[in-house]
């Protein structure tokens, strides 16, 4: 099974700042198949991005996501109020679907 | 729009099945894949497999045989069970729609269902 690792843990910032979060593969992701979702208290996931750099409807153009191989990155131009949540990576190159442990984005 | 609504007992006992129901409104199950995830404390996120709408599967080889998902397309609905439950299987379950492929992004999911195994 392919391995996500996701970094930091926790991400304290003020909003307007930037947000750079991590995803580290244990293997490469096949086509780049790699997807980011944010999760709020008691809601379900939502997809950020697909295809490591595909914003999913409705995503503001300030979440962004680059990477390739076994490196993925989300950005967040300017953290915005609402965008204080975790964020979670998930794999879909191949079989089983995995996820990331996710990365808290918590207002500083 | 699509949504989806997952229902089932809150509360099973040790050694016993996992039956949950995901309920489809407002779309077609067809012509798409269905996957269950869990979430809990200890294993973050989990998918445990997908569903065609013809009846393909594919399950987490990590739940050991004890998967089995069905879809009654006359009825909008999926199902899972999971068998032999332990402390463990304790989660939040989650139906979702695969967007095109049989490994795919989720890109809608229901609310969620806990399920607490204990005696």
């Known amino acids: 099974d392919i391995v996500l690792t996701q970094s930091p843990g926790t991400l304290s910032l003020s909003p307007g700042e930037r947000a750079t979060l991590s995803c580290r593969a244990t293997q490469s992701v096949n086509n780049n198949h790699l997807a980011w979702y944010q999760q709020k208290p008691g809601q379900a996931p939502r997809p950020l991005m697909f295809?490591?750099?595909l914003r999913a409807t409705g995503i503001p153009d300030r979440f962004s996501g680059s990477g390739s191989g076994t490196d993925f990155t989300l950005t967040i131009s300017r953290v915005e109020p609402e965008d204080f949540a975790v964020y979670y990576c998930q794999q879909y190159g191949g079989s089983p679907i995995t996820f990331g442990q996710g990365t808290r984005l918590e207002i500083k | 729009q699509v949504q989806m609504q997952e229902s089932g007992p809150g509360l099973v006992k040790p050694s016993e099945t996992l039956s949950l129901t995901c309920t489809v409104s407002g779309g077609s199950i067809n012509p798409y894949y269905w996957s269950w995830i869990r979430q809990s404390p200890g294993k973050g996120l989990e998918w445990l497999g997908y569903i065609y709408y013809r009846g393909y599967t594919d399950y987490n080889p990590s739940l050991k045989g004890r998967v089995t998902m069905s879809i009654d397309t006359s009825k909008n609905h999926l199902s899972l069970k999971l068998s032999s439950v332990t402390a463990a299987d304790t989660a939040v379950y989650y139906c979702?729609?695969?967007?095109?492929?049989?490994?795919?992004?989720?890109?809608?999911w229901g609310q969620g269902t806990m399920v607490t195994v204990s005696s």
């Open positions: 295809g490591a750099s």
């Open positions: 979702a729609r695969n967007q095109m492929l049989p490994y795919d992004i989720f890109d809608i």
